[in-house]
C-alpha cells in the first residue's frame, strides 16, 4: 500500500510539474517581439554544422547529448558554434554566418524562462557582413516537448517551425549592426525562426532596418 501511496504521489508531482511548465503564466505576460515592415530582409538556413550543447530543450536542461564531439573543456559544456550557410530570398550569392550561443544564467522554469544568449556573424558576398546580437527563447520548444512527453513518452519538440525571438527575455534585444563593405551603416533588428525534425537543421532569419 505504501509503495502504491509513493507511485501515485511521485506521479502526481511529475505531473504537476509538466502542468507547470505548460500553463506557466508569467510567459503570458512577457512582452512580445515582432518585426514591423511587411517585407523584411529574409535569409534560409541551406546547412549547418555545429558543435556544442545542442539546440533543443533537453540539452539546454543538460538532458541532452553534445553535437561533433561537444567541447572538452567543462566551462563550454553549455555552448554552442554553428557554421551556416544562408540563401537570400531576393536572390544573389549566399552568405556564410558564425553563430555562438550559450545558456542563459537567468533561466528559472518556475518563471518560465529558458534562453540561450547568441552573437551572429554573417559575410554577405557582394553586400559586406553583419553582426547579430540576441536571446533564442527555447521555451515555446520545451513546452511542445512537454505535451509530447504527455502523451506519446517521447521528450521532444514535434516536428514545426518554432520561432526563437518572439518573447524578449528581459534587458535584452535582437539587434543588428554592419560591420563592413555597404552594410557598415546597416543597423536593425532581427527575428530567428527554427525548423524542428527535419534531416537536417533548418530554419530562417528575418532582418528588419530601424525606421525613423
Known amino acids: 500500500m505504501r509503495i502504491l501511496v509513493a507511485f501515485l504521489g511521485l506521479f502526481a508531482g511529475v505531473l504537476a510539474g509538466a502542468m507547470v511548465v505548460i500553463w506557466n503564466p508569467s510567459e503570458r505576460i512577457e512582452p512580445r517581439f515582432s518585426l514591423q515592415t511587411d517585407e523584411p530582409t529574409r535569409l534560409t538556413i541551406l546547412d549547418s554544422v555545429a558543435r556544442g550543447s545542442g539546440a533543443e530543450p533537453r540539452s539546454l536542461l543538460g538532458l541532452g547529448g553534445d553535437l561533433g564531439g561537444g567541447f572538452s573543456d567543462p566551462a563550454l559544456r553549455y555552448a554552442r558554434v554553428n557554421v551556416t550557410v544562408l540563401k537570400p530570398e531576393q536572390g544573389g550569392a549566399n552568405a556564410l554566418a558564425v553563430k555562438l550561443s550559450a545558456v542563459s544564467m537567468k533561466n528559472t522554469l518556475f518563471r518560465g524562462r529558458l ?94 532596418p530601424h525606421t525613423l
Open 115 to 208: 534562453f540561450a544568449n547568441s552573437a551572429w556573424i554573417i559575410d554577405w558576398p557582394g553586400h559586406g557582413s553583419l553582426f547579430l546580437v540576441g536571446s533564442d527563447d527555447y521555451w515555446p520548444m520545451l513546452k511542445d516537448a512537454a505535451w509530447s512527453a504527455l502523451f506519446s513518452g517521447a521528450f521532444a519538440p514535434t516536428p514545426s517551425v518554432f520561432p526563437l525571438t518572439e518573447r524578449l527575455q528581459i534587458g535584452r534585444f535582437q539587434g543588428v549592426v554592419g560591420a563592413t563593405g555597404a552594410l557598415t551603416d546597416f543597423a536593425g533588428r532581427y527575428q530567428e525562426w527554427q525548423e524542428t525534425g527535419g534531416a537536417a537543421p533548418g530554419g530562417y532569419l528575418k532582418l528588419e
